[in-house]
């Protein structure tokens, strides 16, 4: 509930700012379109149920805020966690002026004057509040932006459409400040005119040094409360440790991925295993910050499983997206109450890639995918005849070359091996799909390989020559290998089937070989080209494949 809070708040504060923020850009064009936009982008906010939305989701936001800092069991955060912390408390004291100032004003005393009113305020008898404006600004726009970049990163379809939020988040700012800037210099051009700041204040001169008075006070009052709740947050935590300085005689027994590390922690009372884990300089992953909302924290619970409280709904939810099993659980959620054993299952430097892979806890998965292998004819013979540097520059640009096209295809380029290709389809998507990609791909191959002689046709005149095969079925697919050398891969009786048809296109002088398994998943047909029952090594029966010189030749059958 919290979480969703938190949430909705946000969303409706977002609102609220890019609005201003579209309102502030039209000062690029006049102040006349600033105040004509009034009605569009500010006023609905001061309606009732506006006021009423925008008061509440700010009350929840820094009530929530400093809920969050007093429960922190620990200080030891990420750089954009403290930039977002630091930022949120610094919005009030930086913006009070300006809310009193025209909000404020409104509410005291009827004053309603539109932007050139708030921007000679800021500028002409000081320019102190002009100032803080401009140092608010992109301080609002970082504590915004970073607080959906970090809610988004988890969503599977944030990744396509980053480079548009980041064009959104650079653009919106710039031009709030083009138009304030512009709007405060025409503003600051006026008031040399007695005429233009006479019709200006003419209904409210007499007022100003009241108006004046009353922002000061609201100021002086903002800037003593806000530092005093953060003041009574810090005393509340010393408190805190003071009184659970006793350490529990409970222990953590802890393990690291690969059982090369292991630790024994005294417990405290009330801590979550992942602040446990950071008052005691362990490292581990944490992508969200603790907030449970990524799986990379998860441990398993080797010894003292009974013990602990069940998961909650939020926690079952993300280690249900992860078919985590029964003995799996979020370090950030699960708070201990006797002594427990845990192994981690992700190593400390984690990231975000590892939360979009949706990796299984036990390694792996069975699903139903295509796989394709490709290597080069001959390679051994033409490498004799070159040397090294020459030889891994041909090697390089042909692996750049076949992995381009397996990655336009929609595939998962699994391992290149020595001179060849392993790549997987349709992963988390339907064996239709894959299969129908994995064909789209040796056509691309194809295409590539004959775009590449061409360009190497002087110093290699009789070019590279491949062969690709492609088969579909059940696999086990997951994560698998050890440290660094662990990526996503696929084993069973799948993949040796497509490295040995990938093999017979040496013996039957083709380039591709496809499995009638295969192109009939596919839903595409391959009239005209040679179908045949093959032998392979290692199965009892034998295999019905169609042939193609060339995987391009596809394309006109």
């Known amino acids: 509930m919290l979480t969703r809070l938190r949430l909705i708040s946000g969303i409706i504060l977002t609102a609220f700012v890019v609005g201003h923020f579209i309102n502030h850009a039209l000062g690029i064009i006049s102040l006349k379109a600033m105040n004509d936009a009034l009605k569009y982008f500010i006023q609905p906010w001061r309606e009732p149920i506006g006021e009423a939305l925008i008061m509440l989701a700010l009350l929840v936001h820094v009530v929530l805020a400093v809920q969050a800092l007093y429960q922190k069991q620990t200080l030891k955060m990420r750089a954009h966690e403290w930039v977002q912390l630091v930022s949120g408390f610094l919005i009030p004291l930086l913006l009070v002026g300006h809310v009193m100032g025209t909000r404020g004003l409104n509410e005291a005393f009827g004053v309603e004057e539109g932007y050139q009113f708030t921007l000679y305020g800021m500028w002409v008898p000081s320019i102190y509040y002009g100032v803080l404006n401009l140092i608010a600004l992109p301080v609002v726009w970082v504590h915004t932006c970073l607080g959906w970049h970090y809610w988004l990163r988890l969503k599977p379809w944030y990744a396509q459409f980053k480079v548009w939020f980041l ?88 393990r690291d991925l690969d059982f090369s590390k292991k630790v024994e922690i005294p417990l405290f009372a009330g801590v979550n295993l992942l602040d446990q884990l950071r008052l005691a300089e362990v490292p581990h992953a944490s992508v969200c910050g603790g907030r449970g909302r990524c799986s990379t924290c998860r441990v398993r619970i080797d010894e003292g499983l009974n013990t602990l409280p069940p998961a909650s709904a939020a926690e079952r939810r993300v280690l249900d997206r992860i078919n985590a099993g029964p003995e799996v659980r979020l ?150 290998g050890y440290k660094n050398a662990n990526s996503l891969t696929a084993i069973g009786d799948v993949v040796n089937t497509a490295s040995r048809l990938e093999s017979l296109t040496k013996e039957h002088g083709v380039q591709f070989i496809v499995s009638e398994k295969t192109i009939n998943n596919s839903g595409l047909r391959f009239e005209g080209f040679k179908h045949e029952l093959v032998k392979i090594r290692g199965r009892e029966q034998a295999l019905s494949v169609c042939m193609a010189d060339s995987a391009t030749d596809l394309l006109s059958g």
């Open 167 to 254: 064009g959104f988040a650079i653009v919106l700012p710039t031009l709030a400040l083009a138009g304030y800037a512009s709007a405060s210099l025409r503003v600051a051009r006026l008031s040399n005119s007695e005429s233009w700041v006479e019709r200006t204040f003419r209904r409210t001169a007499e007022q100003l040094p009241e108006f004046i008075a009353f922002v000061n006070q609201a100021e002086l009052v903002t800037f003593v409360i806000v530092p005093s709740i953060i003041a009574a947050v810090f005393c509340l935590r010393w408190l805190r440790s003071k009184r659970g300085s006793q350490r529990s005689a409970f222990k953590l027994n802890y």
């Open 331 to 480: 370090a950030c959620q699960t708070v201990p109450n006797q002594s427990l054993s845990v192994t981690a299952l992700l190593e400390p430097q984690a990231g975000l890639r590892k939360v979009q892979q949706v990796e299984q806890p036990h390694g792996g998965d069975e699903q139903e995918i295509a796989v394709l292998f490709a290597d080069i004819r001959g390679f051994t013979q033409i490498s004799e005849d070159r040397l090294p540097f020459d030889t891994a520059f041909l090697l390089n640009r042909y692996f750049a070359a076949m992995g381009r096209a397996i990655e336009e295809s929609g595939g998962h380029l699994d391992k290149f091996i020595g001179d060849g290709v392993m790549a997987l389809f349709g992963v988390n998507e339907s064996m239709e799909v894959g299969c129908r990609k994995a064909i789209n791909a040796a056509i691309k191959m194809s295409e590539q390989l004959e775009e590449l002689n061409n360009s190497i046709k002087t110093e290699l005149p009789q070019g590279l020559r491949i062969g690709i095969g492609i088969h579909c079925g059940a696999a086990i697919v997951g994560k698998m």
